[in-house]
């Protein structure tokens, strides 16, 4: 009995695929256009802009994050002696014949954007379309909170599913600081996940989360709120619509590179530390590095490296927000 009636309802169902296929193949322009206006891929959209625009940024910004990173990473443990400029570093590099060090951890770079700017931007999208859409219904509209609430939940949320990639991105770019018998010469993102692990354990992969989480909710409420609202503000001015977008994306950038370099600096040095002789480790946690930072190498240590890590953020914002925005056009 269910055998001739499964047969019948699926035939329906059969004779409509049949049918899809047969209009695809007889216009694939139009099947394309109505496929990117499916639910599926309107819900998909924001999420696949973002890491896609990301991952171009990262592309285009990745020797400046390289010498961030040896930055944050100089003079460790010492409060007074030679302080490194980014000229130094990017000197000192070149000087080694290592051009392409530069480009140290760029696929733990592109892995990164690939999950975290994918969920971030994702995430932000829908919960401001999601507050847009409740403003409408009360005849309002959403104000600096909201935009602020939503650039944190995204940033927090997106910076726990990317928190391996952004620790193998930083081992991977520490590693030529060691000496030459004691590098792990990573050969790539997944070489370095894959040892990490196993060396130290699948927690080991996320550690610093804390300190990532908490810079990625500063970062996007610097960059995503302050964007956002740059942009509304703007929007009353004679400014054409990419100036608009350069200037929000400055002032953001700015803001996002105040408010998040202090625990990005936390990160850096948690997830570059490694077990001493005796089997223990130089921080504890996100508390106890500030509080050893700012005895040993003074507050000041925090912002070190303040104007090449904007130099990072403003244009990869631009970048990621342009790209981002053309691909929403689309």
Known sequence: MSGPASSKSSGPVVSD??????NASENPRQAGQDFMQSQAM?????????????MSATACIQPIDMIKVRLQLAGQGVKEGPR?????????????GRVLDLYTGLSAGLLRQAVYTTARIGFFDTFMKGLNKAAEKKDGKIGFAERAGAGLAAGGLAAMVGNPADLALIRMQSDGLKPVAGRANYTSVFNALSRISRSEGIAALWVGCNPTVVRAMALN???LAFFSEAKSRLKETSLSSSAQTFTASA????FASFFSLPFDFVKTRLQRQQR???GSLPYKGMLDTFRKVAKEEGLLRFYRGFATYYVRIAPHAM???LIASWLGSL
Not at 17 to 22: D, G, N, S, V, Y
Not at 42 to 54: D, E, S, Y
Not at 85 to 93: A, C, D, G, I, Y
Request: positive net charge; charged residues 15%.
């Open 17 to 22: 695929a049949k049918q899809t296929l047969h």
């Open 42 to 54: 309107k819900a998909a959209k924001p999420f696949v802009n973002g890491g896609m625009a990301g």
């Open 84 to 96: 490194p400029t980014p000229l130094s570093v990017t000197r000192e590099v070149i000087a080694s």
């Open 221 to 223: 409420f610097g960059q």
């Open 251 to 254: 002032i953001a950038g700015f």
């Open 276 to 278: 001493t002789a005796d």
């Open 319 to 321: 970048i990621t927000t």
